[in-house]
């Protein structure tokens, strides 16, 4: 039986996230990730959603480049976002900028069906290509503005955002359930925070700040 030279790794990068949920706690206003979620993302082959040349430092917690001027996530801010998301078996899930795929592959195995949508058409054909050889078949992918959401398959449970918005954007918001949760960071690009948005079975919505981050900005809402 032929052993995975990543595993060690990927077991040192879910460590590292756990670590990490305990020094942020502060901020975060949680002192640990969801074990069902460090265990997706010890199962998902990081390196696989990555470039070639990047690829030994693919369990390394930082962002990476994936071409486009576009990046993979750290992956604590990737654990942090999926745990927040609070995701169950049952749930749909809309994903705001697909990247080369990774965020959704971990989401695959934690939910229903995942719908994906990619602005940059380069980034949607590898990320297609790597989440049919390294993810489950429970995720629908196509290029798009992602502001837009995808009002076909509305309304969601979840909705996860990966690139940052001044503002919730409205027609996402339209197109969360009534008790449903959406990730997104937001506020200008040099105080940008994690938020957590949760709509209540009245319609209303309530905002929580999270950690300070830094995300490219959402593109297409001119």
């Given at each position: 039986?032929?052993?995975?030279?990543?595993?060690?790794?990927?077991?040192?990068?879910?460590?590292?996230?756990?670590?990490?949920?305990?020094?942020?706690?502060?901020?975060?206003?949680?002192?640990?990730?969801?074990?069902?979620?460090?265990?997706?993302?010890?199962?998902?082959?990081?390196?696989?959603?990555?470039?070639?040349?990047?690829?030994?430092?693919?369990?390394?917690?930082?962002?990476?480049?994936?071409?486009?001027?576009?990046?993979?996530?750290?992956?604590?801010?990737?654990?942090?976002?999926?745990?927040?998301?609070?995701?169950?078996?049952?749930?749909?899930?809309?994903?705001?900028?697909?990247?080369?795929?990774?965020?959704?592959?971990?989401?695959?195995?934690?939910?229903?069906?995942?719908?994906?949508?990619?602005?940059?058409?380069?980034?949607?054909?590898?990320?297609?290509?790597?989440?049919?050889?390294?993810?489950?078949?429970?995720?629908?992918?196509?290029?798009?503005?992602?502001?837009?959401?995808?009002?076909?398959?509305?309304?969601?449970?979840?909705?996860?955002?990966?690139?940052?918005?001044?503002?919730?954007?409205?027609?996402?918001?339209?197109?969360?359930?009534?008790?449903?949760?959406?990730?997104?960071?937001?506020?200008?690009?040099?105080?940008?925070k994690l938020v957590l948005v949760e709509k209540q079975?009245?319609?209303?919505?309530?905002?929580?700040?999270?950690?300070?981050?830094?995300?490219?900005?959402?593109?297409?809402?001119?």
């Amino acid at each position: 039986m032929s052993v995975d030279p990543f595993d060690a790794l990927r077991e040192r990068m879910v460590a590292v996230i756990a670590a990490q949920a305990v020094f942020s706690a502060g901020e975060t206003g949680k002192a640990a990730i969801a074990p069902r979620v460090l265990e997706a993302m010890g199962r998902v082959p990081r390196h696989e959603f990555v470039p070639a040349e990047v690829r030994p430092y693919a369990y390394v917690d930082s962002p990476l480049p994936i071409g486009c001027n576009k990046t993979i996530s750290q992956p604590f801010i990737c654990a942090l976002m999926t745990d927040l998301l609070d995701p169950a078996p049952e749930h749909s899930v809309l994903e705001i900028g697909t990247g080369l795929g990774y965020h959704a592959a971990v989401l695959s195995a934690l939910v229903k069906n995942i719908y994906s949508i990619e602005i940059i058409d380069e980034l949607a054909q590898h990320a297609r290509e790597r989440l049919n050889q390294h993810a489950g078949a429970n995720i629908k992918l196509r290029v798009g503005n992602g502001f837009y959401g995808w009002p076909d398959r509305a309304p969601f449970d979840r909705i996860l955002v990966t690139a940052a918005a001044d503002l919730v954007p409205p027609p996402l918001l339209q197109q969360l359930k009534p008790g449903g949760k959406m990730v997104i960071p937001t506020g200008l690009p040099d105080a940008q925070k994690l938020v957590l948005v949760e709509k209540q079975p009245n319609g209303k919505t309530t905002i929580k700040e999270s950690l300070r981050v830094r995300f490219s900005l959402l593109e297409g809402t001119d």
